[in-house]
């Protein structure tokens, strides 16, 4: 059965910084494609980044030039790093691989 955890979500001015990362436990992970998602309060989940099991990335347009997601095969972990953060991307932020999700990390970004 797949697990996934994540964290490093936390409380950020705009413009600020956050890594979060997601590890995963239950499968093989380097054959898996990793994804981090967000829901924000009222609205629908939506995709924020994927990762390949070979490296090929894709992000949600409104995160493109400010997240970067990265993969480390022999630490099963997952990672979204954050930049320029902007009031908008508050949210709680899911990892999701195999049809599973972690129990989510909130993300708010506030002065």
């Known amino acids: 059965q797949v697990r996934l955890v994540e964290s490093g979500g936390g409380l950020v001015q705009p413009g600020g910084s956050l890594r979060l990362s997601c590890a995963a436990s239950g499968t093989i992970f380097r054959f898996n494609t990793m994804g981090w998602y967000r829901q924000a309060p009222g609205n629908q989940r939506e995709l924020v980044a994927t990762i390949l099991p070979g490296g090929f990335t894709n992000y949600a347009d409104s995160v493109k030039g400010r997240f970067t997601i990265s993969r480390d095969n022999a630490k099963n972990t997952v990672y979204l790093q954050m930049n320029n953060l902007k009031p908008e991307d508050t949210a709680v932020y899911y990892c999701?691989?195999?049809?599973?999700w972690g129990q989510g990390t909130q993300v708010t970004v506030s002065s």
């Open positions: 999701h691989a195999n049809d599973a």
